[in-house]
């Protein structure tokens, strides 16, 4: 459960260093993310990515209202503690500084944001028609901070109820994003949409039709989609034959897809464990 968000983040991640390097050479931020997202070594990524948020931390000590650059640690955090985090009690820590990074701004870009830890849903909902498309990615990093704090902490009921609030967020991202929309965004709302059976509120139907956007938009490049269209889908609905195929063409599929090799790699190994435990489940 913990690779659920890694594609979407890790998308972000060009955006977030180039706040780290925006005076310096903005060349080697991009450079740098399409480094990671093609890396075929995620232990290596987990070992190097340490240093880039002590970096972060001290860049927003010189700049504590910088939104763009609480945003980029936000992600870097959120990545690090859901993903390569095994603990517990560390992964609630370190995602509770991603929220934290991530709602800091948010209120130095939208003031309304500020209060939305304490709002009723529909309060936080009614906030969110003023967030325009210039402030998406701001957004979508709050949104992606969220997503993994409240998975570090899935077993509180406190928490699930504050999962219609960020699904909401996700819906107006992908409402103001246009031609810019992040479109691994497709994999998470399937993954929202699915987390709940239908008896109570889920729509697993609504769900399969993002998994399916999510690798059509990806052209099948994005090995991820798949991975969690077998977990989130159907497995919940009990479709085997779906989940087995699904999983093989995760399998079959070359990693090696610009942009996405880190996450492919992962996917893969992920998808032979579930068809190894496929018989237990079914």
């Keep these: 459960m913990k690779k659920v968000f890694l594609i979407i983040v890790l998308s972000s991640l060009s955006s977030g260093c180039a706040v780290l390097v925006s005076n310096a050479a903005s060349s080697f931020s991009n450079n740098l993310a399409a480094a990671v997202l093609n890396q075929d070594d995620p232990e290596l990524v987990r070992d ?87 402030d998406a990615d701001i957004l979508l990093s709050y949104g992606l901070a969220s997503l993994a704090y409240l ?13 219609p609030l960020i699904q909401a967020l996700f819906d107006h991202y992908l409402n103001i994003s246009g031609d810019a929309v992040n479109s691994s965004v497709y994999t998470y709302m399937g993954i929202m949409h699915s987390l709940r059976p239908p ?16 690798i059509a938009e990806s052209s099948g490049h994005d090995l991820n ?40 790699v992962m996917a893969q190994k992920e998808a032979a464990t ?8 079914f």
Aim: aromatic letters at 10%.
């Design 48 to 134: 190097g990515l340490p240093t880039l948020m002590l970096t972060m931390d001290s860049m927003i000590e010189g700049s504590p209202d910088n939104p763009q650059l609480l945003a980029a640690s936000a992600s870097l955090y959120a990545t690090y503690g859901a993903v390569f985090v095994s603990g517990e009690e560390r992964s609630m820590k370190l995602t509770g500084r991603a929220r934290g990074y991530g709602l800091r701004a948010m209120c130095e870009t939208y003031e309304p944001s500020c209060v939305w830890p304490n709002v009723t849903y529909d309060e936080f909902v009614a906030t969110l028609d003023g967030i325009d498309p210039k």
């Design 151 to 163: 998975r570090a902490r899935s077993s509180s009921w406190d928490t699930v109820a504050e999962f």
């Design 199 to 214: 008896t109570l509120g889920g729509e697993p139907e609504l769900a399969r039709d993002f998994f399916e956007k999510a």
């Design 225 to 264: 989609a798949k991975l969690e269209y077998a977990k989130g889908y159907a497995k919940l609905m009990y479709e085997r034959e779906l989940h087995d195929r699904l999983l093989n063409e995760v399998l079959d599929a070359d990693p090696n897809q610009n942009g996405f090799v880190l996450t492919n």
């Design 274 to 281: 579930l068809l190894a435990e496929a018989d237990d489940y």
